[in-house]
């Protein structure tokens, strides 16, 4: 991506605008942003170090509370870590892929809000990136990612935020042979028209890409560029903003070198079934055995182990740096996977916790307590808002924040230090969602959750699709409700979500329905007042790989097929929505 200048710094707040509010949103965030002063000196020179590490189960991790197969531990470094800092013991997504929660984490918005909702969406333009208000405050900043669904074609340098941002996985080399092979053989075919050429084209570059991803270990690579960036900021007086985005606990489960996955294996033998194609092989199914699936598992915990060592030399190298006391450490994964506790595998297919609940930690000596556990409930879009209030750099971020009012800061989320004090005592809302297309049936779906207190609200919506165009206008796809269904579990009781209790009369399960309802509602006109849904944004520009194999053709991105045909507006309708209780 190489180096731009800053462009946040000297932002005006154009755009705002100031619609009616619901009600509800208004007295959720019924406390405007007050512009506050940087806090000197101190803020300008902390450092913020945000790791992410993907497709990592909180519950996988000793400092979770998880036992291995054998009881070696899967994670000594975080486990450390945790003991430095202080750990969240229940924080949640807000949805269960890569790409939405890693815009949830940057934006302190949930996916309704920041509408990157699937793959062709892109953010609505009212969100502001974390990167972009610290580099807004003197910040140097930069990103190393190592999973495809971080490119900055998805919105990842939104704001031009982010210095450097770098695909740092090493894979693009693998995957420029890949395809140079697959260009050569689909040009080359004489029945192949040239829509057809540019189609097959960009599937074999998805596949190959996506492929090369699941297979390639690279945490070492993203190691050693952060440490590498790290050492040149030496010197400089900027303090720095540093994201490193970890890929290779996501499936396939591959680790490096076997003696990973070997800590793990049950009974010390070699398991039947290792973590290879772990999605797509149809041995690794429900019904498979519980020895071969814990065989599965130890390759699981062997990538943790491994993205445990390379995050473990990372914070390492931030201590020989002399860093540790000035730098803010943030630790999160994005989502979970899960193994057939609700029926599927991976994630991208449900709201249940085994692919929500996260890790979430925070280090940073003299200002966060050391082994502070905190138990309640919060989520992924609190983080930007905590780091945004430990730099002291909210006046930074009010700048943009006016584009969404009356959102403080802009962002949904709110700062954890006073779960962290002890000053807030209860269980935060936090809100998921899940939109699929295709999902069922060919008929799109999506996916609500609530957690309030100890209950948990999951709602579930069909859709088909309807054509809504008027004569002689652009063509508009609009979803019709189909059927609504309903699930609330009581965590602290069925933390496995097994006994649904929305028809329990319970005055505590009915009260927190009628919680999912307002949240619903809030929701949905938050996503309307940014307009998250209603407006098709151009398709995300090409990546360099897909680039790379369509000049080899001649092509240009306006030759390319669309997801939908030319002019299609695909209104997401969040209506029908409830009524708010009165
Ligand atoms: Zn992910």
Not at 102 to 116: I, S
Not at 498 to 526: I, K, N, Q
Request: hydrophobic share 40%; glycine share 8%; with cysteine.
């Amino acid at each position: 991506m190489g180096t731009k200048p800053p462009s946040y710094a000297g932002r005006a707040c154009a755009g705002a605008r100031v619609p009616a509010l619901p009600t509800l949103l208004v007295a959720i965030n019924a406390v405007l942003a007050i512009p506050l002063a940087c806090s000197g000196r101190e803020a300008r020179r902390l450092n913020v170090l945000l790791i992410s590490i993907d497709s990592l189960r909180a519950d996988h991790l000793d400092c979770y509370g998880y036992r291995s197969a054998t009881g070696a531990p899967t994670s000594p470094n975080l486990d450390r870590f945790a003991k430095e800092g202080v750990l969240f013991e229940h924080a949640v997504s807000t949805t269960s892929w890569t790409r939405p929660s890693h815009l949830a984490l940057f934006t302190g918005l949930p996916d309704v809000a920041h509408g990157a909702v699937n793959d062709e969406k892109g953010l609505t333009p009212q969100c502001v990136m974390l990167p972009e208000i610290l580099q807004g405050a003197g910040y140097s900043t930069a990103g190393f990612f190592s999973g495809p669904y971080l490119d900055a074609k998805y919105g990842f340098d939104r704001g031009g935020g982010f210095d450097v941002y770098e695909n740092a996985s090493g894979v693009e080399q693998q995957v420029e042979a890949a395809i140079g092979a697959a260009v050569k053989s689909i040009q080359s075919d004489p029945d192949l028209a040239p829509e057809e050429k540019q189609q097959r084209i960009r599937a074999e570059v998805g596949k190959v890409t996506e492929d090369s991803y699941h297979r390639a270990s690279t945490a070492n690579r993203v190691t050693d560029r952060a440490t590498r960036w790290l050492d040149e900021q030496k010197g400089k007086s900027a303090p720095f903003f540093l994201f490193a985005h970890y890929f290779d606990v996501h499936y396939d489960f591959a680790p490096p070198e076997e003696r990973y996955a070997a800590r793990f294996w049950p009974g010390g033998q070699r398991p039947r079934i290792n973590g290879d194609d772990f999605f797509t092989r149809e041995d690794v199914e429900p019904a498979m055995s519980a020895a071969d699936l814990a065989g599965v598992k130890s390759y699981y915990d062997g990538e943790i182990l491994w993205v445990d060592e390379q995050v473990g030399r990372l914070l390492k190298h931030v201590d020989e740096l002399g860093l540790r006391d000035d730098t803010l450490v943030v630790v999160v994964s994005d989502h979970g996977d899960e193994f057939f506790e609700h029926g599927t595998k991976g994630h991208r297919q449900n709201l249940f916790e085994p692919t929500l609940e996260v890790v979430t930690m925070a280090r940073l000596p003299g200002r966060l307590p050391a082994g502070r556990r905190v138990a309640q409930r919060l989520s992924l879009v609190d983080v930007a808002p905590t780091i945004v209030d430990l730099t002291g750099t909210a006046a930074v971020a009010d700048r943009g924040a006016a584009r969404i009012e009356p959102l403080v800061h802009g962002m949904w989320g709110r700062s954890v230090l006073p779960l962290v004090t002890g000053e807030e005592k209860g269980d935060r809302d936090c809100l998921g969602y899940l939109f699929n297309l295709w999902q069922e049936k060919g008929h799109p779906i999506d996916v609500w959750a609530l957690w309030t207190g100890s209950r948990k609200v999951v709602v579930t919506r069909r859709f088909e699709f309807e054509d809504d165009s008027k004569q002689n206008a652009p063509q508009v796809l609009r979803l019709k409700l189909l059927e609504r269904t309903g699930l609330l579990f009581d965590l602290a009781n069925d933390p496995g979500e097994r006994h649904d209790l929305s028809s329990s009369g319970a005055a505590a399960d009915a009260a927190a329905l009628v919680r999912f309802d307002a949240t619903f509602a809030a929701g949905g006109a938050l996503a309307r007042l940014l307009d998250a849904f209603e407006v098709g944004p151009p398709p995300p520009p090409l990546s360099q790989f897909e680039k790379l194999a369509l000049e080899n053709l001649g092509y240009t991105q306006a030759d390319l097929p669309k997801p939908f045909p030319k002019g299609t507006a695909l209104k997401l309708s969040l209506l029908p929505l409830p009524q708010f209780p009165r």
